[in-house]
Each structure stands twice: as C-alpha cells, then as structure tokens.
C-alpha cells in the first residue's frame, strides 16, 4: 500500500501549461530527468552561488539563470541541469528549503529545460508570481507588478 501511494505521489504540484505533451508523459519526465527548477531565488544571486551550493548534491552539467525577458537581468529562479537521476533527486530532497542570501529556495523537479524557458512569463518581462504579488520584497524588485502600476 506505501508503495502504491509512493508511486501515485505527485512529484512536483507544477503543472508548465507550456509543455506540449499528455500528463502522463509530463509526469514520466519529470521521474527520469536530470533538471530541477530553483525558486524563490534573489535577483542578486549569482550563478556562482548556485554552483557552489548545488555542487554538494553532486556534478553538474550546466546552470541557466532565469532572466527577465525585457531588462535580460536575474529574475529570480533558474535551472540547474546534473549528469545523474540520483543527484538530482538528492538535490530536491536535501537542497531545498535551504536558505540562500536570506531566502528559503524552492527545488522542484523540472521536465526538461529547452530553449526559451530561461525567461520570465510574465507581462512585465519577470516571473508571472512577482506581476501578483502584494507584498514589499526588496530582493525581487520591491512590490509586486500589478501593484507598482497601481
Ligand atoms: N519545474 O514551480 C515550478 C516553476 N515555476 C513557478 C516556473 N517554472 C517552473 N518550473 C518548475 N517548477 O520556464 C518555470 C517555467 C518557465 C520559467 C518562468 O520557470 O516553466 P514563470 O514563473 O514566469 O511562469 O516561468 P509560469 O511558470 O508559466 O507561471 P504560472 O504557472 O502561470 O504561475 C506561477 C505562480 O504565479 C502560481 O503558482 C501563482 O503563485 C502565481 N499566479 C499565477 N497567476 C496568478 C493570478 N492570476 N493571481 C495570483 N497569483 C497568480
């Protein structure tokens, strides 16, 4: 039974509404990629940082910084691609929730990067979370968007 539900376990609550395929084949890359998302991440985090941090889950094969697809500066999240499953998996499981320059990071299993996904999607060019967002958050670019434009 455990392992029913084990196997039945979301592995990520991200749905990309870009991804053009079935969710079964969504869910099936996001068990056997090598790539996990980072969130949550400062605007003045380097990749640097992100390597130096990531380096400890183990080897890793290339890092995409998120960008904002108007200034082409750090949006706040970005993909970190390993060489193996089990690295990328120990990296979800030990990584996140880590505090980085003052800030918990998220790490979500990812589907896969392609080109195109290191931009931010929403209106104004960063993450579409920071167009709604309400809150005054200095190291994301102050208030949210939306109520900057207010
Ligand atoms: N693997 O969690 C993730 C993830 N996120 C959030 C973004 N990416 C992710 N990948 C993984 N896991 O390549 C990837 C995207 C893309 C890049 C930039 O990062 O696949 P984005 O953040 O700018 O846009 O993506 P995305 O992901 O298309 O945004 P989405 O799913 O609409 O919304 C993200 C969050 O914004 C929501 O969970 C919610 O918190 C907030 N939000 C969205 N719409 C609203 C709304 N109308 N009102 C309030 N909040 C909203």
Redesign the pocket.
């Given at each position: 039974m455990a392992s029913l539900f084990k196997e039945q376990a979301k592995l990520?609550?991200?749905?990309?509404?870009?991804f053009s395929g079935t969710q079964e084949e969504f869910d099936e890359a996001l068990r056997t990629s090598s790539t996990?998302?980072i969130?949550n991440v400062s605007f003045y985090t380097t990749e640097e940082q992100i390597y130096e941090l990531f380096s400890r889950a183990g080897e890793i094969k290339k890092i995409i910084m998120?960008l904002d697809k108007n200034t082409k500066t750090p949006?706040g999240?970005c993909?970190v691609l390993f060489y193996s499953r089990e690295d990328t998996e120990d990296a979800v499981k030990y990584i996140s929730g880590t505090i980085l320059d003052d800030r918990p990071i998220?790490v979500?299993?990812?589907?896969g990067f392609q080109e195109?996904?290191?931009?931010?999607?929403?209106r104004s060019g960063?993450?579409?979370?920071d167009?709604?967002r309400t809150d005054y958050d200095p190291a994301r670019g102050g208030y949210g968007k939306l109520v900057q434009k207010e």
């Open positions: 990520s609550a991200y749905r990309d509404r870009r996990v998302y969130g998120g949006c999240f993909f998220r979500d299993f990812d589907w195109g996904r290191q931009w931010g999607r929403g960063g993450q579409v979370r167009e709604y």
